[in-house]
């Protein structure tokens, strides 16, 4: 009944304000019971990076639906998708530690962009001293050393954070307009 550009945009548009409630909702719940730091610019860095990570895996959800004929293939190659981004997030085996062929997988990982968002936000600042495999750094500096995570980037990350619901969102739209699965 309407074109399949105007059914994409309004599946995409249509997330947004539910996607922007949920982050809402899960930061007023889990940023006091992690217990980070209170301050307005944190807590709205940290709204912010839990907007764009909920989107863009809504909007990847929507994708792989597009892509795949039916439902089950999509959840299996959901399931492949969430492992690998799970694995070079950069938690397991930090951003500078994984070997320089796999790297080009880090920096393309929206997980990795998102991690690196939640800590420099919340922990790049902080200079409180820590002891870190057996040697005293502060906090700021561990993140910097050990994990790669600089404070100055971080209007790059948001930046990352912001185009990946795009990208995501305009591959949904492409799909549902050129693939078809449906038998006549």
Sequence with gaps: MYSSWAYA??????????????????????????GFYWSINKVFWYTCIMFCTMLYFTYLGMLLVALTPNVQVATILASFCYNMMSLFSGFLMPGPNITKWWIWFYWICPTA????GFLTTQYGDIEKEIIVFGEQKA??????SYYGYHRHLLGVVALVLFAFPLVFATSFAYAIAKLNFQRR
């Design 9 to 34: 945009f309004a599946q995409v548009m249509i997330e947004i304000p539910y996607v922007f409630l949920q982050a809402v909702l899960f930061t007023v719940i889990t940023y006091p019971a992690i």
């Design 139 to 144: 906090i700021n500096a561990f993140l910097q």
């Design 113 to 116: 962009w998102s991690l690196q």
